[in-house]
């Protein structure tokens, strides 16, 4: 067992286990999330990230891990995605339950009412379904109504997660923090202080999870109140640099 925090109280970058969440954390929203890339000198510093932690540094996302794989290319990192319910390892293995439940009315149902949302955008993220209205946010009150209605029909196996922006009907067995949870009973995170950083309600059972456990919650911007803050993305990025040659990995 690895003690983290040594004698002077600092919490050793070399002892942790990194959780980061990726739109509103690593990149700035943007009204079409296929448009997010993300910056070449952030992938050079994840890599670097990831020998420094030997391994332990994982990505925890609202998106699936097609396109968090997309987003990192070329780097190959451990995920969870579609808010946990699909996770790979950091062996490769990828564990991803078999749901009961089909959002085909669901769907079709959202793509005939987004007619009546102008501005709002339909993601279709397989065993999810998202609507962003970042760009019509007088409809968001709406849209929320209306997945209440879908999601009553669907319970228990799905639930509704309001984010930043965006409506979401999710599995509801799994979440952000029982991916973290998943990942700290394995090689290479077990032993280590998790620190989770996020930016969204959709991060609430994340850092929830590290808390429990003894780690660091980092909020990003104003949406979540947590003891460590950084104030936007560009913070970010800026402490993620700094872990490489920093001894403590307060913000």
Do not use: C
């Not at 943007?30 to 997010?36: K, L, N, T, W």
């Not at 992938?43 to 994982?58: E, K, Q």
């Not at 799905?158 to 394995?186: C, H, T, Y």
């Not at 909020?219 to 109140?225: H, K, S, T, Y």
């Amino acid at each position: 067992m690895r003690m983290p925090v040594d004698t002077t109280g600092r919490l050793a970058v070399e002892d942790l286990a990194l959780f980061l969440d990726i739109d509103g954390t690593l990149a700035e929203f943007r009204s079409d999330p296929g448009s997010v890339l993300l910056e070449p000198a952030l992938l050079i510093d994840l890599a670097a990230l990831r020998l420094r932690l030997g391994g332990a540094i994982a990505l925890v996302s609202g998106r699936s891990l097609e396109q968090i794989d997309r987003l990192v290319a070329p780097l190959a990192l451990p995920a969870a995605g579609l808010h946990g319910f699909e996770r790979r390892d950091a062996a490769g293995r990828v564990y991803r339950p078999e749901l009961l439940a089909d959002l085909s009315a669901s769907r079709n149902a959202l793509s005939a009412a987004l007619a009546d949302w102008p501005g709002a955008s339909l993601e279709d993220k397989g065993p999810a379904i998202a609507v962003h209205f970042r760009d019509a946010p007088q409809h968001g009150p709406d849209i929320a109504a209306f997945l209440d209605q879908l999601v009553a029909r669907l319970q228990p196996e799905f639930e509704r997660l309001e984010g930043d922006q965006v409506v979401e009907i999710k599995p509801a067995a799994q979440n952000k923090g029982s991916a973290v949870a998943a990942f700290m009973r394995e090689e290479p995170f077990v032993g280590r202080t998790p620190v989770f950083v996020g930016d969204d309600y959709t991060d609430a059972d994340a850092f929830a999870a590290v808390r429990r456990l003894g780690g660091l919650a980092i909020a990003v911007g104003n949406r979540v109140r947590e003891r460590h803050r950084l104030e936007h993305p560009a913070a970010v990025r800026a402490w993620l640099r700094n872990l490489l040659t920093a001894e403590d990995a307060r913000p």
